[in-house]
């Protein structure tokens, strides 16, 4: 099999585990950062293991157009070309096949759509999406899914979700390197937990390598995702990885493994980094603000990445006031270390017994109000 999950520890539903690939093993639960084009963004990949990651994402959606399969396969896969020998995990491309698209055709054999880059006309089907992945050399495969926008009604939550178990299956038959990429399982079903449940209990019943829960975090309360993760995680196996796809604030991080799931991806720290807001146990900075013009003092006082060790919050204002490429990376590498270091933080607390007391002091001391929160 490409991977091994073992379970290490619980406390309540949350779990501590690790997760074997033929590039490394590595430790959930996790947060992934995400390198859509082949990078994470401002990031080389050698800074990246100096922060401490163990697991990337890659985009089919975004590779397959640019720079294409032909040049990635010329190089030895997306491994050997963007420099990255730990793990990958790469999204099917589905979300942005529905998303960017300013045209798409959905039919039963796949979507037709326009690329966002230059208009030109392309196909995607299960199977093709399940090909291109191959050729990429990622170590854990997403299928093609149908993604709903939020709000979307019943009857279209329904037909996506049906269409999604259906090419699902495709996908499965299709994959042919079962051995070294794991392909797993896309639960849909929008907001309506009946549709949650039969798509996670269909899906189940093929026996996937590990459960993604996705259409969440795409604009709905997070009470609604909390709820609806509650639906559906009791429904996965028990001895499999479960990701949650697109979630990155501490806070949901948090709820999120509160609730059984493994591993987590999501843009935003490397995005809100670019805009110069900075990720802090109390919730966010934004840098751009002129109090900070001369404060002194590191992003966070307590921090240990080597951006709070040698730079005042002054220092980086002053670079993203004047657009210096610096000030984004130096943003970017304290939230992707900030979130590394909050999921190890959180592994102690359930391999040590303290979840609940770790859970009550974040709770304690974040702002969650929206004005803080807006992501």
């Known amino acids: 099999m490409a991977i091994n ?18 590039r490394g093993s590595i430790e959930t639960p996790v947060f992934m950062p995400v390198g859509t ?7 080389t990949p050698e800074e990246l293991e100096e922060i401490g990651i163990d697991i990337i994402l890659g985009n089919t959606y975004h590779l397959y157009l640019r720079p294409g399969t032909e040049v990635i396969s ?20 589905g979300f942005q096949v529905f998303s960017l698209s300013t045209f798409r055709k959905i039919a039963e054999e796949g979507v037709t759509f326009r690329s966002h880059i230059d208009g030109s006309t392309h196909f995607f089907s299960p199977e093709k999406a399940v090909e291109v992945q191959n050729i990429l050399g990622s170590d854990i495969i997403m ?7 939020y709000p979307a009604t019943f009857e279209e939550t329904r037909r996506a979700m049906e269409r999604t178990v259906r090419w699902a299956d495709r996908c499965k038959s299709y994959h042919k390197n079962a051995e070294t990429q794991a392909l797993f399982a896309i639960a849909q079903g929008g907001t309506y937990e009946n549709l949650r449940e039969k798509c996670c209990r269909e899906l189940v019943s093929m026996d996937f390598p590990g459960y993604a829960i996705g259409g969440l975090s795409v604009g709905e309360p997070k009470e609604t995702m909390y709820h609806l993760l509650d639906v559906s995680i009791p429904l996965l196996p028990e001895d499999k990885p479960r990701y949650l796809m697109g979630v990155g604030s501490a806070d949901a991080l948090l709820e999120g493994v509160l609730r059984g799931v493994d591993l987590f991806d999501c843009v935003l720290p490397t995005r809100i980094a670019r805009n110069g807001r900075v990720m802090v146990p109390q919730g966010y ?10 404060d002194m003092r590191p992003i966070d006082p307590k921090c240990t ?11 980086i204002r002053h670079l ?3 657009n210096e490429i610096l000030g984004l990376r130096l943003t970017t590498y304290h939230n992707l270390h900030f979130l590394k270091d909050f999921m190890a933080k959180i592994r102690h607390a359930i391999n040590e017994g303290l979840f609940t007391q770790f859970y009550e002091e974040f709770w304690a001391q974040y702002d969650w109000s929206p004005k803080n929160n807006k992501e």
């Open 305 to 315: 990445c080597y951006v709070c060790r040698n730079y005042s919050r002054a220092y």
């Open 74 to 93: 010329s190089a030895g896969g997306l491994h050997e070309l963007m420099h990255w020998q730990r793990p990958i995990l790469t999204d099917s491309g």
């Open 5 to 22: 999950f073992t379970i290490t520890a619980k406390y309540g539903k949350a779990r501590a585990g690790k997760l074997q690939t033929r």
């Open 143 to 149: 299928p093609l899914d149908h993604v709903v926008p």
């Open 37 to 43: 084009q082949g990078t994470v963004k401002a990031m």
């Open 285 to 294: 900075l934004n840098l751009r603000n002129a109090k900070f013009a001369r």
């Open 320 to 322: 993203i006031k004047a």
